[in-house]
Nanobody, 121 residues
Framework: QVRLVESGGGLVQAGGSLRLSCAASGRAASSTAMGWFRQAPGKEREFVSTIIWSGGSTYYADSVKGRFTISRDNAKRTLYLQMNSLKPSDTAVYYC??????????????WGQGTQVTVSS
């Protein structure tokens, strides 16, 4: 059974921090990479960050570089996204995904249900 379960979303003031988690199990846990995407109201889903399970190479969208940090716990097969200096423009539903890596949604075959992040001004 493929399963990705996100947690950690919520409401935070601008400048604040949140940490998202995503626990992988089943076939999703054996993927090459995991990533975070987000979808703001009225907008298309966009890439945020990705990490390779083996080696830990990371890649970020320019909009979050320097503010967000992606990491993983291989033993727990859990993905994290530490979000600092949050802006109202970061408000979105955040999805974790498992697959081959990169910034293209098509490279990810497994998706979580999403967790809402709301940043107030």
């Amino acid at each position: 059974q493929v399963r990705l379960v996100e947690s950690g979303g919520g409401l935070v003031q601008a400048g604040g921090s949140l940490r998202l988690s995503c626990a992988a199990s089943g076939r999703a846990a054996s993927s090459t990479a995991m990533g975070w995407f987000r979808q703001a109201p009225g907008k298309e889903r966009e890439f945020v960050s990705t990490i390779i399970w083996s080696g830990g190479s990371t890649y970020y969208a320019d909009s979050v570089k320097g503010r967000f940090t992606i990491s993983r716990d291989n033993a727990k097969r859990t993905l994290y996204l530490q979000m600092n200096s949050l802006k109202p423009s970061d408000t979105a539903v955040y999805y974790c995904a498992a697959g081959m890596g990169g910034s293209s949604q098509g490279a990810y075959g497994y998706w979580g249900q999403g967790t809402q992040v709301t940043v107030s001004s």
